[in-house]
C-alpha cells in the first residue's frame, strides 16, 4: 500500500516515488532463479542521487528493452554508459569499458523479455543493493554512493554481470 502523500514518478510495478525530497523505490517485487515470488520494500533515501539516478536508469534499461527484470547487468552497463569515472577505474584495472559493453550487451540481448513490459528488480540486484548499503555502513559514510554501488558490483560472482566482471580479474 503507498501512502496518500506519494507521488509516483512513473507508472510501473517498481514504483519510484518523491518524498520530501529523496527519491525512494516504495516498491520491488523480485523474481528469481524459481524460487517462490518475494517481496520487499528498498529505501534509497539513503542514496547520494547519483547512485539514485544510476539504479532509475538500470531500471529504464531494462524496462526500454521489455526485460522481465532489472538485474546487476542493467547497472553495469548504465555505470559504464554514464560515468566517465566508472569507465576510467575500469580502464585502471585493465578492463576495457568499451569490451565490457560489448560483452554486456550480448548478454542483454539474451535476457528474457516480460509480458508486461515494466521490469522487476531481480533478487541479485535486491542484494547488490543491500550490500551496497552494508558497505557505506562500514565506511561510516552518510550516504550510500557510487563508489558502494560499485564495490558491491565488484562482489558480484553469478549471472550475467558476475560473469563478465570475472573475465577481467
Known amino acids: 500500500v503507498v501512502p496518500q502523500d506519494l507521488k509516483p514518478l512513473r ?10 525530497p529523496p527519491l525512494r523505490l516504495v516498491h520491488a517485487r523480485c523474481e528469481n532463479d ?7 520494500t528498498i529505501h534509497l533515501e539513503r542514496f547520494t542521487n547519483d547512485a539514485r539516478q544510476f539504479v ?21 552497463v548504465r555505470m559504464i554508459e554514464q560515468s566517465r569515472g566508472v569507465a576510467e577505474i575500469f580502464k585502471r584495472l585493465k578492463a576495457d569499458p568499451s569490451e565490457i559493453l560489448t560483452l554486456a550487451e550480448a548478454s542483454l540481448r539474451k ?5 508486461s513490459g515494466v521490469a522487476y528488480l531481480d533478487g541479485r540486484l535486491l542484494d547488490l543493493l543491500g550490500r551496497a548499503e552494508r558497505e557505506a555502513q562500514r565506511d561510516k559514510a552518510a550516504n550510500v554512493g ?5 564495490h558491491a558490483l565488484a562482489q558480484e560472482f553469478r549471472g550475467p554481470a558476475g560473469e563478465i566482471l570475472s573475465s577481467f580479474s
Open 11 to 20: 507508472s510501473s510495478k517498481i514504483e519510484v516515488a518523491r518524498t520530501s
Open 34 to 40: 524459481g524460487m517462490a515470488d518475494t517481496e520487499g
Open 56 to 76: 532509475a536508469s538500470a531500471q529504464q534499461l531494462a524496462d526500454d528493452r521489455k526485460h522481465a527484470e532489472v538485474s546487476p547487468l542493467h547497472l553495469l
Open 111 to 115: 535476457l528474457e523479455k516480460g509480458t
Open 146 to 150: 557510487v563508489e558502494h554501488l560499485l
